[in-house]
């Protein structure tokens, strides 16, 4: 079955530092490819995605490469802000399971002054 | 706006006693979510529903109840049988059908303490 494995956390960073998230996949089809940002006490809310290979997700300065040689689909932010704290969850979706999201276990990213 | 609207955000239950959570969208979407948010475990899914007067069983089913009379609506019931019922719960719902990409969008969440 799919499976989404990401790096474990926490991460704690300096304002302005380099910032990678690495996720890797198993899927049997062609799947779309997911970030999800989770502030605390909220829902999660999309951040970026990439729907086939060699794509690139952006967007607030993140971005994702949909690598299909590696099945990866790595997050990264050059320059991080103490307003990007939160959770990041990597996902994928595919036609063989009929589009449900199969959710990595989430990062915590903290950002410090 | 649309979206999706949880209530309540908190609720607190005590043992023995089922609890009702809402989900609301005006989305127009035809595929509705429950998952279950605990800490370091991720997102798991409880029930989805992809049409109206339909729903499927996820991966934590147990102990849980839906319906699906509406559109719009996609309400998750909490019985005395789930042994741990102390977590975060989100709704989401997507486009669904042949449109569908995977793409969820959420509630704020529902957080729910049995004392």
């Known amino acids: 079955g799919d499976s989404v494995t990401q790096m474990e956390g926490p991460v704690t960073l300096s304002e302005e530092a380099f910032l990678t998230i690495n996720c890797t996949y198993t899927a049997t089809g062609y799947p779309s490819l997911f970030w999800y940002v989770q502030y605390p006490g909220e829902g999660l809310q999309l951040l970026l995605k990439a729907t086939k290979a060699d794509d690139k997700g952006s967007n607030k300065g993140f971005e994702a490469t949909y690598r299909k040689e590696t099945t990866s689909f790595h997050l990264e932010k050059g320059s991080v802000q103490v307003s990007d704290s939160a959770v990041y969850f990597c996902a994928l979706s595919d036609a063989g399971s009929n589009y449900k999201l199969t959710f990595g276990k989430g990062t915590l990213l903290t950002v410090n002054p | 706006d649309g979206g999706i609207t949880q209530s309540p955000k908190y609720l607190f239950r005590k043992e023995g006693q089922n609890v009702t959570l809402s989900c609301e969208q005006n989305?127009?979407?035809?595929?509705m979510y429950w998952y279950r948010q605990d800490p370091g475990q991720g997102l798991r899914l409880i029930y989805y529903s992809q049409i109206v007067n339909d729903f499927q069983k996820g991966d934590i089913a147990e102990g849980y109840s839906v319906s699906r009379e509406k559109k719009e609506s996609f309400p998750l019931t909490v019985t005395s049988a789930q042994k741990n019922p102390t977590a975060f719960y989100l709704c989401?719902?997507?486009?669904?059908?042949?449109?569908?990409?995977?793409?969820?969008?959420f509630g704020e969440g529902s957080r729910l303490t049995v004392l």
């Open positions: 989401a719902s997507s486009i669904g059908r042949e449109r569908n990409t995977g793409e969820l969008f």
């Open positions: 989305l127009n979407h035809d595929a």
